[in-house]
């Protein structure tokens, strides 16, 4: 779980949304060369940076309101290339955000928004490899075994992790099918600061819809 304390701010309500969307998404380039005996990490960044699609669906409960939300957030890649939408609710944050190529749309309060990535408050998002994806908020993470278990229906093998990153510390755990080495789940707590403010943050987020031809992001004007 991720957690996030923000004053009641639209600017630090975006940071954060962007925070979360940037530790479950953002599969914009090809997959990076591996060792010839990659270590688990490096399978499961194989695994999401040649997935087709998948879904996220989190939750995040914080301190106050502004952390405490739900968020959907489905990628699916076309080539090297990947479109993704993601959709935060909550009672001190609603918004829709939807990124595709050189392009980011945001949907606070009424009509979409798009704007160059290079203008864009979100534009640093397009630029994560997909080793940024197990790198909470830009820090290096160590995955360590600690046991299995089934999550609806699904047996799960089980990693401990901790983190040192730009902004603060998290740790949690993230949880893998064995054999595909697709996440199942991540659960991971944050402290860190952002802009100025201190923030705490817990967010548990399930992974479905690997490959799900059916998989795609609602139409958004201008994308």
């Known amino acids: 779980m991720t957690t996030y304390h923000v004053r009641h701010n639209p600017f630090r309500k975006l940071t954060m949304a962007a925070g979360t969307l940037a530790l479950v998404g953002g599969l914009s380039v090809a997959p990076t060369a591996q060792a010839a005996s990659p270590s688990i990490d490096q399978q499961i960044l194989n695994t999401l940076s040649t997935a087709h699609s998948y879904e996220v669906v989190l939750d ?3 301190s106050d309101a ?3 939300f ?3 957030v489905i990628t699916v890649r076309h080539g090297n290339a990947a479109q993704t939408y ?3 609710t909550g009672a001190a944050l609603s918004m829709q955000l939807a990124m595709s190529g050189n ?3 945001v949907n606070v309060v009424g009509p979409w928004t798009c704007t ?3 203008s864009s408050p979100f534009g640093s998002l397009l630029k994560f490899t997909p080793a940024d994806l197990l790198k909470p908020l ?3 993470l160590k995955l360590t075994p600690i046991g ?3 999550i609806a229906g699904h047996h799960a093998a089980g990693y401990s992790f901790t983190a040192a990153t730009s902004v603060g510390a998290s740790k949690g755990t993230l949880w893998v099918d064995p054999a595909t080495k697709r996440v199942i789940e991540l659960d991971t707590t944050v402290n860190a600061g952002i802009m100025g403010q201190t923030t705490t943050a817990s967010i548990k987020a399930l992974v479905t819809h690997w490959n799900d031809p059916k998989l795609a992001i609602p139409s958004v004007p201008g994308l």
């Open 60 to 62: 995040s409960k914080g």
């Open 66 to 68: 502004t952390s405490t």
């Open 70 to 72: 739900h968020a959907d």
């Open 86 to 88: 993601a959709k935060f």
């Open 103 to 105: 392009k980011i749309c």
């Open 116 to 118: 160059p990535a290079a």
């Open 138 to 140: 830009g820090g290096q």
């Open 148 to 150: 299995s278990k089934t």
